[in-house]
């Protein structure tokens, strides 16, 4: 059932009347709250062209993905932001003093769709696992692994309506890349592409099963890259948005259309691959072969069958065409190959394992070492003859060991000496119960308090006590941001947390290309200014910036005298525009009161 306004589904659904009452309601109403900051999330509004009005999202990583797909899916037809809130009830049965729980709840959107009609809650995986453990009663997980909600459901059934939990892990980030990136083209109300550049287009994607995106770019001539992605966001062109990302242009393929490209699929499915495979391997006798984690060693090849004997003399037979099936599926594998495999493994093992002070001087003996193998003299390099003369034996013996001489110039200082542990491991467990349960505490004892009270239970367990200064080095090694934060709370622990570089796609960390994310934000300068004609001073100004997140450039700025308000923002994006005739499409601001205004 596919309908274009809501009033026509209504109709259809046959609700009752305060099912549809209760929709109505949350159609002409406001959304019931604000969302909020709470350091971790950042929050903003969408410009809803669906809707007509911003949609509120609390978690750039979660609803604000929500609203992405909910904007161009064709199925959903309205969606409301923070809807009025509903009662729900449940038991706490976690431990054995069950309570009835009862409060007030308020999803993230009131979705109508063409064949559901509900309200949606979007949480990580991480946060629904925290909250099924503190309350199973009220989020848990069905036989298909998908989250449920039982008390909301139970409240929306009684309406005849539906309630559902949506999950980070069911966000695709390469679709919602891709949805950024064609919004402007597939939200376009009146897009128009040329006769003569659809022809052009269409013709080069016919002469091949497909041609990447780059080529097509490349290939410009009588249409322009805009052209290319209005024909993608109007379905005339096909690229598998799910699988590939647009801005990786060298490894998007386009294909004609979709039926194209599903028969490329097919083709490459159905392919019987060349029995290429089995010369891999040296089919002769006494050659050593892996089977079965078991070495075999080939005793004699017939014309039809090949006789394998083990290391412990057991005999095995096998069929010629079956031998060379289990080498294509890689059951059966070279010896050379596998020690191949376990040398690359270990030598990536020790690369990693080198600290950054041990590889730095690894690469200075590499210049010399390969400077004598290619014809150097030791009067060369300001090192004595006799340690040249050691690195290269080392370079030499790690070749014949690891098929790589570089890892035999890594010192692995720091690996040296005794590092068995001295206590047994009941002190051990014992010190470490006391440092993260007496220790890192919000009462902030002091390190020499639960060292005596630790020494004392030693003591009565008949255990070696450790000197303080043992204890000591135990709680450093402890994580800093981690013991920070219990001993301190949250917001003291935010110096010593460590920065991560955003390398995932959630959002990409600079945006895909200049424009996409900006940033405003203001400044007062360290300068005070007099007037030249009253020599009055007429204090410091305020600077305001808007900067380009992708290029890192200032696209414009405003300076004034006045403190920061919302004419600052206007005027610092009517400069943009004046310079570059365009506005940004995501703007990222902080939490400053000049950032809300609606004026």
Not at 61 to 75: F, G, M, R, T, V
Not at 112 to 120: K, L, S
Request: aromatic share 12%; hydrophobic share 35%; glycine share 4%.
């Amino acid at each position: 059932m596919t309908v274009y306004n809501v009033e026509e589904l209504l109709k259809k659904l046959n609700l009752t009347d305060e099912a549809v009452q209760q929709i109505n309601n949350i159609r002409a109403s406001e959304p019931s709250r604000k969302v909020r900051s709470n350091g971790k999330n950042v929050t903003g509004f969408y410009p809803s062209r669906k809707m007509g009005v911003t949609i509120q999202f609390e978690s750039h990583k979660l609803e604000l993905a929500a609203i992405y797909e909910k904007e161009h899916d064709p199925n959903v037809l309205e969606y409301y932001d923070q809807p009025p809130s509903f009662p729900i009830k449940y038991k706490n049965s976690k431990g054995s003093n069950k309570k009835n729980i009862g409060h007030r709840y308020t999803a993230d959107f009131f979705v109508i769709e063409n064949d559901w009609i509900g309200w949606e809650e979007w949480k990580t995986d991480e946060d629904l696992l925290k909250l099924s453990q503190k309350y199973p009663t009220r989020y848990c997980v069905d036989e298909k692994g998908n989250w449920r909600c039982p008390p909301a459901e139970e409240y929306a059934k009684q309406l005849g309506l539906m309630f559902r939990v949506k999950s980070s892990k069911e966000i695709d980030w390469t679709y919602q890349r891709n949805l950024l990136f064609l919004e402007d083209y597939l939200l376009d109300e009146k897009p128009y592409v040329s006769e003569e550049a659809v022809i052009a287009i269409k013709k080069l994607l016919n002469d091949k099963p497909f041609i990447t995106l780059d080529e097509l770019l490349s290939n410009q001539t009588t249409f322009l890259a805009d052209d290319i992605y209005t024909l993608i966001a109007l379905e005339e062109i096909y690229v598998d948005l799910k699988k590939c990302s647009i801005v990786d242009f060298r490894n998007t393929p386009l294909f004609l259309n979709e039926k194209t490209y599903k028969a490329y699929q097919n083709m490459q499915t159905a392919c019987i691959p060349l029995l290429l495979e089995p010369t891999l391997l040296e089919i002769s006798v006494g050659a050593k072969v892996y089977w079965d984690v078991k070495l075999w060693t080939i005793i004699n090849i017939t014309e039809n069958v090949i006789s394998l004997l083990s290391e412990v003399d057991e005999l095995s037979e096998i069929p010629k065409f079956i031998f060379e099936d289990l080498i294509k599926k890689g059951s059966i594998k070279g010896l050379k190959e596998i020690t191949k495999s376990r040398d690359e493994q270990e030598v990536l093992k020790i690369i990693k394992g080198a600290s950054e002070k041990e590889l730095e001087v690894a690469n200075r003996k590499y210049l010399i070492v390969q400077g004598m193998l290619n014809g150097g003299k030791y009067d060369d390099y300001d090192t004595s003859d006799r340690t040249i003369r050691d690195w290269i034996k080392k370079y030499k013996d790690a070749e014949k060991i690891y098929g790589n001489g570089y890892v035999g110039l890594i010192s692995r200082r720091s690996k040296q000496g005794n590092r068995t542990e001295r206590f047994p491991k009941e002190v051990l467990d014992l010190m470490n119960k006391y440092i993260e349960e007496k220790y890192e505490m919000i009462i902030q004892k002091n390190r020499w308090t639960v060292y005596n009270a630790l020494k004392k239970e030693c003591e009565l367990k008949g255990y070696q006590a450790p000197c303080f200064k043992t204890f000591c080095n135990k709680v450093k090694a402890r994580p800093i941001h981690l013991q920070t934060k219990k001993r301190k709370g949250s917001k003291a622990s935010y110096d010593t947390q460590p920065f991560y570089y955003e390398l995932r796609m959630t959002t990409p960390r600079h945006g895909d290309r200049p424009f996409e994310i900006c940033h405003i934000d203001h400044t007062e300068l360290d300068i005070e200014l007099i007037c030249s004609q009253t020599e009055e001073n007429l204090g410091k100004p305020w600077i305001t910036f808007l900067v380009d997140a992708f290029s890192r450039r200032i696209l414009a700025f405003y300076l004034t005298f006045d403190p920061p308000s919302y004419r600052s923002c206007m005027m610092v994006l009517r400069e943009c525009v004046r310079r570059h005739n365009r506005l940004p499409k995501i703007i990222i601001v902080d939490g400053g009161k000049e950032f809300h205004s609606v004026l």
